[in-house]
């Protein structure tokens, strides 16, 4: 059994680790055990003391998910699932993470099959997007990624805006991302079903009626190899793929290679390296619009295809 994944994003601030409460009370009264991830920035966890004990946790200091500590974070994640019971895996990311980078850390091809990446909640500070002009424009960037890529946006913090600051302040963020649900609260406050129904009829539902029939915002496809696959073949499949695909990683059972190969693809840049060991024959995909019918379909028939397939 797959156990769900929730990221929490958001800049600085604006409302995640009251969020993460809400969230851990909600699993909880569905009758399920949460476990949680917390990453900060500093030396020391400010937040931890909000998880209430008995709730399995896990802590990465000194740096972001995304940059300078994925290896921690896999062993973090070993971890908890070898050595706790939890059905559901929530993840606060630091202010400064930006959500393509951290479904790429936490998706790892070692036990990517584990896990069930439901979606991304950001937190937006209204009063601090309001003022947004006193930061950088690096700082603005990664906030319009993070309410870009984000499946359900939480709009917090509301009182301490005009009627014509709020209205404003909505608008610019659906014009960001005009296909996720956009949630108006004070406290991060926002009902149970809202938050575990990430992948009810707001999200797939309605959007499996539109033309292109894809899903959109941020996704992660985990493929599992039966069988070997050509890598002339493999090599030529990359080349159709859309530039809506982000990263790639994972171990591919080449034909003719008695251990698979560890594949990178990142920014439309690949990366093949052979293995001298047995590695789970995974393939994790992430991006946005995919068609995960489409892409397995497409893995299976070079299964099919190579002339070593078992």
């Given at each position: 059994m797959k156990k769900d994944v929730y990221l929490l994003s958001g800049f600085l601030g604006s409302g995640k680790t009251t969020l993460l409460k809400n969230l851990i009370a909600a699993l909880k009264d569905k009758g399920l055990k949460p476990a949680v991830l917390m990453n900060e920035l500093g030396s020391v966890s400010i937040d931890s003391q909000e998880v209430e004990e008995g709730t399995p946790l896990k802590e990465l200091l000194d740096g972001c998910i995304c940059c300078s500590i994925q290896d921690k974070l896999e062993s973090q994640l070993q971890e908890l699932?070898?050595?706790?019971?939890?059905?559901?895996?929530?993840?606060?990311?630091?202010g400064a993470a930006h959500p393509v980078e951290v479904v790429d850390a936490v998706m790892s091809p070692l036990f990517a099959d584990r896990f069930h990446f439901k979606g991304i909640i950001t937190v937006v500070d209204g009063k601090q997007w309001v003022s947004r002009g006193?930061?950088?424009?690096?700082?603005?960037?990664?906030?319009?990624?993070?309410?870009?890529?984000?499946?359900?946006l939480v709009f917090?913090?509301?009182?301490?805006?005009?009627?014509?600051?709020?209205?404003?302040a909505l608008f610019e963020i659906q014009q960001i991302n005009p296909n996720a649900k956009l949630l108006i609260t004070n406290y991060s406050k926002v009902s149970p079903s809202d938050l575990l129904n990430l992948e009810g009829k707001h999200q797939s539902g309605e959007r499996k009626k539109s033309a292109i029939g894809h899903q959109l915002n941020l996704r992660a496809y985990v493929h599992t190899f039966s069988g070997s696959v050509s890598?002339?073949?493999?090599?030529?499949?990359?080349?159709?793929?859309?530039?809506?695909?982000?990263?790639?990683?994972g171990y591919i059972p080449f034909s003719g290679r008695k251990y698979p190969y560890m594949f990178q693809y990142s920014y439309g840049m690949p990366l093949i390296f052979p293995e001298n060991m047995n590695l789970p024959k995974t393939l994790v995909i992430i991006g946005e619009e995919l068609d995960e019918s489409k892409l397995r379909n497409e893995l299976k028939e070079l299964e099919e295809s190579s002339p070593n397939s078992n």
């Amino acid at each position: 059994m797959k156990k769900d994944v929730y990221l929490l994003s958001g800049f600085l601030g604006s409302g995640k680790t009251t969020l993460l409460k809400n969230l851990i009370a909600a699993l909880k009264d569905k009758g399920l055990k949460p476990a949680v991830l917390m990453n900060e920035l500093g030396s020391v966890s400010i937040d931890s003391q909000e998880v209430e004990e008995g709730t399995p946790l896990k802590e990465l200091l000194d740096g972001c998910i995304c940059c300078s500590i994925q290896d921690k974070l896999e062993s973090q994640l070993q971890e908890l699932l070898f050595q706790d019971d939890f059905d559901v895996l929530v993840i606060e990311t630091t202010g400064a993470a930006h959500p393509v980078e951290v479904v790429d850390a936490v998706m790892s091809p070692l036990f990517a099959d584990r896990f069930h990446f439901k979606g991304i909640i950001t937190v937006v500070d209204g009063k601090q997007w309001v003022s947004r002009g006193a930061y950088s424009p690096q700082v603005l960037q990664l906030m319009r990624e993070q309410i870009r890529h984000a499946h359900l946006l939480v709009f917090n913090k509301e009182d301490l805006l005009s009627e014509m600051e709020k209205g404003t302040a909505l608008f610019e963020i659906q014009q960001i991302n005009p296909n996720a649900k956009l949630l108006i609260t004070n406290y991060s406050k926002v009902s149970p079903s809202d938050l575990l129904n990430l992948e009810g009829k707001h999200q797939s539902g309605e959007r499996k009626k539109s033309a292109i029939g894809h899903q959109l915002n941020l996704r992660a496809y985990v493929h599992t190899f039966s069988g070997s696959v050509s890598q002339t073949g493999f090599e030529e499949w990359m080349k159709t793929l859309p530039d809506t695909i982000y990263r790639m990683k994972g171990y591919i059972p080449f034909s003719g290679r008695k251990y698979p190969y560890m594949f990178q693809y990142s920014y439309g840049m690949p990366l093949i390296f052979p293995e001298n060991m047995n590695l789970p024959k995974t393939l994790v995909i992430i991006g946005e619009e995919l068609d995960e019918s489409k892409l397995r379909n497409e893995l299976k028939e070079l299964e099919e295809s190579s002339p070593n397939s078992n």
